[in-house]
């Protein structure tokens, strides 16, 4: 298919799917839908509309405040204990389902897996849950005196009925002296999980960042650096880490990843932060930039090409020692690399592919499916900002439908138009699209696989993709436009 023809196809697709909305709705949406090129000035990726309300009525595959605190930035801090305070539903949907790998006892001296939760009932809701939420913290500290810190992470009841916790929190850190930050992230904040990035950003800001107590015995080195934005998804962060160290950098804090309290407290001692995604984690690291002269850099460990590329930017930081010694870390995992992609590309080369995921993958991916001879012909964000399609422009390699906070209804229409050859989106995606007969790949959590960051992952990436693609089991089922033929 010739690039005019997959961009004329694109384009009938966004038309098609409006033509199904009343005028306003279509109106709305047509605002977050579009077809950019690396060629095209102006684009979608400068022009779609996004961080906007879902239209009402129409089923979003968005998160809330509350998972993108408790879920992403605060719950895989290993060694604090996260509780959810609100009915029992919120704190066992966001229990484990990320796979926030951790080293460490659980529910001894790490409790990422385990659901704390001041589970309400009808009477909380009515009389309140200030004195259960005290409660709980009381019995938190007896049952696991080896916690290193309470985050309260409230659920949208809290704020409709007016629970006090940051009071309560106040009150419990001065009666025990352990470290009690209260979230006030509730659901229906903002449009999507991406406000509950920025709260818990600035929790972390207001209330990790002051506590001095664990960096005035750390040395520093000219090499320190942080990891941010990697939450070590089947771990990611351990690969990325590797990677570092071999460089001769030293990686002083991960977030929040395998994380613990004292390494995000010691993170001002970082010479350079490393944003991974950008989403979630720009706020520290901005902050971090004004408040202590930390600069920070972007980075993507998502396939060799990308992972070689940032190597050398980061190396570009520091002396010759390390960028000479990055230069060896590229050479060493060259022909590995070039191993997996002569065995891989021959069965992947030219194979179509469709991104919606949330944070950063949408743009972060695209290039380890070209590493693979795979094309990528369609991508959209969850709960993305301006910046991030601005980012996007530059990742994408041919004519790209563009869709913003996309819903069912769209999505599937877009893959029938434009018949990819898999989709890879999140996980309330992925039997609707296996029911249709097409191959899916998981990439919140990588489908029970990974890591997928740097040299060794892209040979687990490559091998998920064959198998998503090539196995035997499409044979006995079709896609819709097959049946049709």
């Known amino acids: 298919m010739g690039p005019e023809t997959l961009e004329s196809l ?21 605002k977050h839908l579009g077809v950019d090129s690396p060629e095209g000035e102006k684009g ?7 961080n906007k309300q879902t239209v009402p009525g129409v089923m979003s595959q968005r998160g809330c405040a509350y998972a993108g605190s408790k879920g992403v930035v605060w719950g895989p801090i290993k060694d604090m204990i996260h509780i959810s305070h609100g009915p029992i539903g919120c704190g066992q949907y966001s229990r484990a389902g990320r796979r926030n790998y951790y080293i ?35 019995e938190i500290d007896e049952l696991f005196p080896l916690n290193n810190g309470v985050s309260i992470q409230s659920e949208c009841p809290i704020g409709l009925i007016g629970d006090d916790i940051q009071a309560v929190a106040k009150v419990h850190k001065k009666e025990t002296g352990h470290q009690t930050v209260a979230v006030s992230c509730e659901g229906f904040r903002g449009v999507s999980q991406s406000l509950g990035h920025h709260i818990a950003n600035d929790m972390i800001r207001d209330y990790v960042m002051p506590d001095a107590s664990h960096r005035k015995d750390f040395e520093s080195t ?59 984690m720009n706020y520290i690291s901005r902050h971090m930039e004004q408040e202590f002269g930390i600069p920070w850099m972007e980075y993507n460990f998502f396939g060799p090409s990308k992972t070689t590329a940032s190597i050398r930017k980061i190396a570009s930081f520091f002396d010759e020692s390390i960028q000479e010694k990055a230069e060896a870390v590229i050479a060493k995992y060259t022909k590995m690399t070039d191993e997996v992609i002569a065995k891989y590309r021959p069965k992947l080369e030219g194979k179509k592919v469709m991104l919606y995921v949330g944070g950063l993958r949408p743009r972060h991916v695209i290039g380890a499916y070209e590493d693979l001879g795979m094309e990528v012909i369609g991508t959209g964000y969850e709960f993305a900002h301006g910046d991030d399609y601005k980012r996007t422009k530059d990742d994408i390699e041919r004519s790209t439908l563009i869709y913003d906070d996309v819903n069912e209804y769209e999505l599937e229409e877009f893959v029938k138009k434009l018949r990819p050859d898999l989709v890879a989106a999140g996980v309330k995606e992925k039997y609707v699209f296996q029911k249709m007969g097409l191959p899916f790949r998981q990439m919140h959590s990588w489908d029970y696989s990974g890591p997928y960051h740097g040299y060794d992952a892209f040979a687990i990436f490559a091998r998920d993709m064959d198998l998503a693609i090539n196995s035997p089991v499409w044979g006995h089922s079709k896609a819709p436009w097959d049946k049709e033929a």
Request: glycine share 8%; charged share 30%.
């Open 10 to 30: 694109q384009k009938e697709a966004i038309e098609e799917v409006l033509s199904a909305y009343p005028a306003k709705a279509a109106k709305n949406r047509a």
């Open 44 to 50: 979608a990726c400068d022009k779609t509309r996004s």
């Open 104 to 138: 460490g006892t659980t529910g001894i001296d790490t409790f990422v897996t385990m659901n704390f939760t001041t589970d309400f009932n009808e009477k909380d809701i009515v009389f309140g849950g200030d004195k259960k939420l005290k409660k709980a913290l009381e």
């Open 222 to 280: 000219d090499y320190d650096i942080s990891i941010i934005g990697d939450y070590n998804i089947g771990g990611d962060a351990w690969a990325t880490r590797i990677l570092l160290e071999e460089m001769g950098l030293r990686v002083i804090s991960q977030w929040s990843g395998d994380a613990t309290y004292k390494e995000i407290a010691n993170g001002p001692k970082a010479k350079l932060n490393l944003l991974h995604c950008y989403r979630s």
